[in-house]
């Protein structure tokens, strides 16, 4: 077995490159994320609760809960681990295809690596896979259960409501440009079984969808978050150059590079197992403090 869920809620990392970005986009919810850090911290702020002996309690039952293989939260952290695994040597075949592009003498390296928009495409859309099937874990309800998912993006909050944030701005807008939806919908609506499998995220992953069509699921769970992300999108006014404006207040980058920017951001943060361990420990100790 891995390591506790207290282990890794008390291992997340207060400073750094993730912590610097997902702190840049602030703005784009409000408040919403405050870097909790530490079991015991965490206890305290989503109980309310100080008293020793309780807190003692409610993490032991918390572990118990995690330790449950029955249960999904396991799963649910493995799943926020390996798609951030993933996007992180996406970045860097996206970065060596850059240099591919931009120095003759390393043009091989095209036929090496994916190119971008494709792999990021599809990269975006494996995030959107893996926040309802962890959403399924966490809750215990089936892994095709995409109306519930969809319904209850309209109360995430917290880290919840930060990370999709960040994949519409860092997995979207900065790579993809102001119409990702569209085109990352019409790469993941053209991809195969086959197409996919170059994608190590979907590889890894593809045991626990749903189905014997993985990619016609892949489509359908990208496409009913579609409006959502376009609603969330212009209800804010977000645009690349928006978010790269913030970016740069906490980040030196160039901004007319924003196809290095989405390589850099994919290489240099795991935004997306940093707020979903913060996720399930969330959960983990609202059901723990309930059955105590």
């Given at each position: 077995m891995g390591k506790s869920i207290v282990q890794l809620v008390d291992e997340l990392p207060t400073s750094g490159m993730t912590i610097t970005v997902l702190n840049a986009l602030d703005f784009v919810?409000?408040?919403?994320?405050?870097?909790?850090?530490?079991?015991?911290?965490?206890?305290?702020?989503?109980?309310?609760?100080?008293?020793?002996g309780l807190i003692s309690q409610i993490k032991d039952r918390a572990i118990e809960l995690y330790n449950d293989e029955g249960e999904g939260y396991q799963r649910a952290v493995w799943l926020y681990q390996t798609v951030d695994t993933a996007a992180s040597a996406l970045g860097t075949a996206a970065m060596a295809n850059k240099v591919g592009q931009d120095i003759s003498f390393l043009g091989f390296l095209q036929n090496l690596t994916p190119k971008p928009e494709k792999a990021?495409?599809?990269?975006?859309?494996?995030?959107?896979?893996?926040?309802?099937?962890?959403?399924?874990?966490?809750?215990?309800?089936?892994?095709?259960?995409?109306?519930?998912?969809?319904?209850?993006?309209?109360?995430?909050?917290?880290?919840?409501?930060?990370?999709?944030?960040?994949?519409?701005?860092?997995?979207?807008?900065?790579?993809?440009?102001?119409?990702?939806?569209?085109?990352?919908?019409?790469?993941?609506?053209?991809?195969t079984q086959s197409s996919l499998e170059e994608n190590e995220a979907f590889r890894n992953i593809q045991k626990m969808i749903p189905g014997s069509d993985k990619a016609a699921f892949?489509?359908?769970?990208?496409?009913?978050?579609?409006?959502?992300?376009?609603?969330?999108?212009?209800?804010?006014?977000?645009?690349?150059?928006?978010?790269?404006?913030?970016?740069?207040?906490?980040?030196?980058?160039?901004?007319?590079?924003?196809?290095?920017?989405?390589?850099?951001?994919d290489m240099s943060t795991n935004y997306y197992y940093h707020t979903g361990v913060q996720t399930v420990a969330k959960r983990l100790i609202d059901r723990a403090y309930a059955e105590i």
């Open positions: 919810v409000p408040g919403e994320w405050d870097n909790l850090i530490g079991f015991d911290r965490t206890i305290k702020t989503v109980t309310g609760e100080d008293d020793p990021q495409a599809i990269d975006l859309g494996m995030k959107i896979v893996v926040e309802l099937l962890a959403y399924c874990q966490i809750n215990g309800i089936p892994g095709d259960s995409i109306g519930d998912f969809l319904g209850s993006l309209a109360d995430y909050g917290g880290e919840s409501k930060m990370r999709m944030a960040a994949i519409v701005c860092l997995d979207g807008l900065v790579p993809l440009g102001p119409n990702f939806i569209k085109a990352a919908g019409d790469w993941i609506g053209s991809a892949v489509g359908q769970a990208f496409n009913s978050v579609s409006s959502w992300m376009g609603d969330f999108v212009s209800d804010r006014g977000l645009s690349p150059q928006v978010v790269l404006q913030h970016l740069q207040g906490f980040v030196d980058i160039a901004d007319d590079k924003l196809d290095y920017v989405g390589a850099f951001l």
